[in-house]
């Protein structure tokens, strides 16, 4: 077979589309000279479109972690008390990194496979009024759920004062992300997932309100200051060397949604995540999330009578393709697919003609057939939007 074909579909790092891989292969240049500041000028703009909001995207190097951290030493001070919102191994990230800087935190857990009930999490805040943020997940990546953001984020403001801050970083750029209209105080998002592109950056934003509390907050921070990111991000530079190359891509990658219309990017992701669940039903393998609470940009199924783990082996060994096993709890019970960024319908026609194998392959008695018929079905009745 082909050495060095791989089809990547886990829920990041994502395929990188060729015009950004050329774009990130231009020489190197200095961070402090016209072309980077051009190059951020260029930028900021389209980050703030993707992001829904007028404020400015500071754009940080470091992982997605990064920017959580970020969100986190910004507004609170060891002491205060906070909610996190955790429906899976990302919200339980945001709760550590809060239990790191000493800061009292709540956790109101959901079952993880389903997404958070705005109802209780507002029911919870009526009855701690001293919670001063609430962390969530947008996309909880480890089950392939994603959260209400925008009933959450108007629940939370209904009985109380408390920010509200959102991990994106595997959906923003693959489904609506509306901070403003929403009333989110800090979003954030990394470079990898559905921003299709290298590890390397991560992108914030904060609303007026979250400023107020940041310019307030005593908690140290330097690497991390999110004001040193805005004085120098409205003057179309970083305060730190940033990740150049990234940059060039991150220019490509806002045309190619530009281009695209960035209300058909997220159809598109749609589309693909009802052809990979129409698959996983026609088969009749169970899917850990319900229709919806289920996200666009990742999968994750629970089979009953065969073993996730030995399924990926299967994929990777006769098809350099790859999934991803679950987390935590879940580690070997689940898989995912990730469906986000560079993948369109046709590339999930290919995985899912290649799983129907894969499951035959691993002793699954499934009808050879009946599972891309379902999602070429559903290509075949909703494809349309995408035109
Ligand atoms: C991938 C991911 C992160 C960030 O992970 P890094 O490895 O630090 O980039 C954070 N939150 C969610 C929901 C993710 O999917």
Known sequence: MLTDQQILRIPGPTPIPPSAERAMSQPMTGHRGKNTSELISRIRPGLKRVFGTQQEVMILT???TAGLEMAVVNTVAPGEEVLVIVTGAFGDRFAKICKAYGIE???FEEEWGKAADPVEVQRYLQEHPEITVVFSTFCETSTGVLNPIKQLASAVKEVSDALIIVDGVSCVAGTETEMDAWGVDIVVTGSQKAFMLPPGLAFIAASKRAWKKIEANPQPRFYLDLKKHLDNIVKDT??????????YGLERVLELFEEEGLEKVYTRHRLMMKMTR???????IPLLANDEDASPTVTAVKPADFEAEEFRKVMKEEFALELAGGQQHLAKEIFRIGHMGYCSPADMLQA???MEIG??????KVEVGKGIQAAQ???LNEGKVLA
């Open 377 to 379: 079905q559903v290509y």
């Open 359 to 364: 499951l035959v392959k691993v002793g699954k």
């Open 105 to 107: 935190t709540h956790i």
């Open 352 to 354: 899912i003609a290649a």
């Open 238 to 247: 970083t305060p730190f060397t940033p990740a150049i190359s990234i940059l």
């Open 62 to 64: 470091g992982s997605g």
């Open 278 to 284: 129409a698959a996983f039903k026609a088969w009749e």
